[in-house]
């Protein structure tokens, strides 16, 4: 409870922040803010707060300025990119009026870039511009985010390390709230640079004074060390819930029940352990979730069939200090079977073929049935352009890259069903090692009419027919990391004790598995760095072997899956220790896939 007690103070200083932000600019004022950032926004302050600091009106940002707007004081607030502020230049541009004074805050730094595009619009001096970084927005207990999506693309796939700083002012800020962390194992190039950055932070603005540090291991990890736990089809009941619907900042969007015949009205809930039921069902496989909903409905049914034989002081006590509970624990009910229902109709029919597909590429057999399977789905349109691209990416990913035959036929087929302008998109996906061609292809399956073609096909085709061993990178990590469960077969889906649950028992998430070997001190920090995976660091570089953490930050550099999370909350219930996960973002593969495209 300490540490949570702690971490809720992360919103106070972001709302700190904000608000002396906002004092610079005394007097009334309207705030236009980039759709992208209103969830977050809501996450930090209300609508309240910002009264009090002469915020009058709220508008959206879109291509028109406020037409209603008689204050005399504009200010904008966007992500730190060029496209948002030539939009904001546009907007000021366009109206030409004198009499208002503009101000720009920038989310969650300034560039040189923006500077360069007002100078170039004629706004440089005219459009004032503000700096504002929030803190890590607590999604729910023990889960905190920056939600920052955008660095994911900017970073694995432009190289655009803009967003850096910020990622490890966020380390910085944590390890001052929690103290500094004993020990600090970074996994992935980026991770590293993330480290040095906090490590002059320290030196330049102080670390924390605190005698006893709630940290004993921080782990910082790119999401490129662990793109499987990203593609694979989750099994719990968030993780579905994020890649049916789509959780923004920790509020899902759903059917109103309410709406007309044909209207498609949504209304936000968000997701929160302060929910009874969300709490209780949020980690379970979403096999054990209907029943559950439906067992605590016939519980309400029960009590409102008591409710209605009370004498009269049983009822006024009832409706005191009762009814408004039984009123919320209701509509959440209503929320989460709809949700439940959501689920089961968009991707019900093929849970249990994707899963076998899944397990037949992780464990590298049967490659012909799944390149079959994956073209069926193309070419009937079955799960969609993400579903597809996503599963072409795991037959690559798990098999060292694609024969070429497969690659051709399967990029072909793929641009043919769903359009050629997604072919910058597939470059994108080479170039992050997602969807390559494997190194020991034989023959290149590009050009026809040759011999050497010929037999290199006919070489493919008998290697997938007859199943020849292939010992790929993906292959041989898991089997030194154990990431497939032991006991696949008796796993108990109601009571788990193993984490690779969240995914029905394929796969065990690296990180997840790094973890609790180290809490069970089945490997040390000098077995991962030297032997297991490659580019990993730990400081200090001599961290004693005796060193047994207690509590650990997981920070997520390009995004974590609601399916991870579920894993190390059942790590911390069956092992005692402490977990907070901390990422840039909460991904899934579909996000993960389309922020490439």
């Given amino acids: 409870m300490q540490i949570d007690g702690r971490l809720s103070a992360l919103r106070e200083l972001s709302q700190l922040r904000l608000i002396a932000v906002l004092n610079q600019i005394p007097g009334r004022k309207d705030l236009i803010i980039d759709a992208s950032l209103m969830k977050a926004l809501d996450r930090i302050t209300g609508i309240s707060v ?36 030539k939009r904001v230049c546009d907007q000021v541009n366009a109206e030409q009026r004198k009499d208002v004074e503009y101000h720009l805050i920038v989310v969650p730094r300034k560039l040189a870039a923006i500077d360069h595009l007002l100078e170039e619009e004629g706004l440089w001096g005219r459009l004032k511009v503000h700096i504002f970084q929030w803190e890590p927005i607590q999604l729910d207990i023990g889960l905190i985010s920056l939600e920052l999506p955008s660095l994911f693309p900017q970073l694995f796939v432009d190289g655009d390390q803009t967003l850096l700083p910020s990622v490890a002012k966020s380390v910085w800020s944590l390890q001052m709230l929690l103290g500094r962390a004993q020990v600090t194992l970074t996994l992935g190039r980026y991770a590293k640079q993330i480290q040095a950055m906090t490590e002059l932070l320290i ?12 940290i004993g291991c921080m782990v910082i990890v790119d999401r490129d060390v662990d793109y499987a736990a990203a593609l694979l089809t989750p ?50 496989h979403f ?32 409706v005191t200090s009762q009814l408004k509970t039984v009123v919320a624990r209701k509509r959440a009910l209503a929320m989460h079977i709809a949700g439940c229902e959501a689920v089961i109709e968009s991707i019900g029919a093929r849970f249990e073929s994707l899963q076998d ?20 789905n193309v070419v009937t349109g079955g799960g969609g352009k993400l579903a597809n691209l996503r599963l072409m990416c795991l037959l690559s990913l798990t098999q060292d890259g694609l024969f070429s035959e497969d690659a051709w036929s399967l990029k072909n087929q793929f641009l043919h069903a769903y359009g050629y302008h997604l072919l910058p998109g597939l470059h994108n996906l080479e170039n992050l090692g997602l969807l390559s061609t494997s190194s020991g ?58 984490m690779s649950y969240v995914y029905g028992g394929a796969y065990i998430p690296v990180t997840c598995q790094l973890v ?14 030297n032997q297991l995976i490659p580019g990993s660091f730990v400081s200090p570089t001599k961290a004693s072997t005796d060193f047994l ?44 896939i389309n922020s490439v495209l």
């Fill in 357 to 376: 597909m899944e397990q037949n590429m992780l464990e590298g057999t049967n490659r012909r049935s799944v390149q079959t399977y994956i073209e069926e």
């Fill in 287 to 318: 096999s054990n979730v209907f029943s559950f909903l439906s067992m605590k409905a016939k519980q309400l049914s029960n009590e409102a069939d008591h409710s209605r034989k009370m004498a009269l002081h049983e009822m006024k006590q009832y």
């Fill in 549 to 592: 953490p207690r509590s650990f930050v997981i920070f997520f550099n390009g995004g974590v899956t609601y399916a991870e999370v579920a894993a190390f909350q059942l790590l911390e219930q069956i092992t005692g220790t402490r977990i907070i996960v901390a990422s840039t973002s909460v991904v899934n593969g579909s996000t993960l």
């Fill in 516 to 529: 609790h070997q180290i809490i069970k001190k089945e490997i040390s920090f000098d077995d991962i760095v």
């Fill in 50 to 85: 910002l009264r009090k600091h002469d915020v009058d009106k709220v508008f959206k940002l879109d291509s028109n300025a406020p037409q209603n707007s008689t204050n005399t004081q504009r200010i904008y607030m966007i992500m730190s990119d060029l496209i948002s502020a």
């Fill in 441 to 498: 292809a034989l023959g290149s399956g590009l050009v026809t009419g040759s011999v050497g073609d010929a037999t290199g096909r006919l070489a493919n085709k008998v290697a997938q027919v007859v199943s020849l061993p292939k010992r790929s990178s993906f292959q041989v990590l898991r089997q030194k990391l154990k990431l497939f469960s032991s006991n696949r077969d008796d796993l108990n889906l109601k009571q788990p004790t193993d």
């Fill in 235 to 284: 099994a719990t009941y968030t993780s579905l819930m994020d890649e049916v619907l789509g959780i923004k900042c920790g509020v899902v969007e759903l059917p109103k029940s309410d709406a007309k015949q044909g209207e498609k009205q949504t209304v936000g809930h968000q997701l929160s352990s302060e929910d009874e039921i969300y709490n209780q069902i949020k980690n379970r």
């Fill in 203 to 214: 030196d330049q603005l102080g670390e924390s004074d605190r005698p006893q540090s709630d």
